[in-house]
């Protein structure tokens, strides 16, 4: 398996999409951010709204879009 193939896994997409949100939580940073613009968290933010822990996540850290709280627990988008 390549790492392209690894990476298209639903589980480290939302690992990896974890950890840059958790990472913007703490360093406010990373290296993909420029102009105070980060396209790495905006699809991080994005993921993680497709999976119920993540949805979790994002509303203990206050970052729930307020778009998708209308969405019932395990509905499909």
């Known amino acids: 398996m390549t790492g392209t193939d690894e990476s298209a896994r ?7 999409a974890r950890l840059t949100v958790l990472q913007h ?4 940073t990373c290296f993909h ?28 850290l206050g970052l729930f879009p307020t778009a998708n709280y209308s969405l019932p627990e395990g509905q499909l988008r």
């Open 10 to 16: 639903p589980v480290d997409r939302f690992e990896s």
């Open 25 to 28: 939580v703490d360093a406010r």
């Open 33 to 60: 951010c420029s102009d105070n613009e980060c396209k790495q968290h905006a699809w991080a933010v994005e993921e993680l709204t497709h999976h119920a822990e993540g949805r979790r996540l994002l509303s203990r």
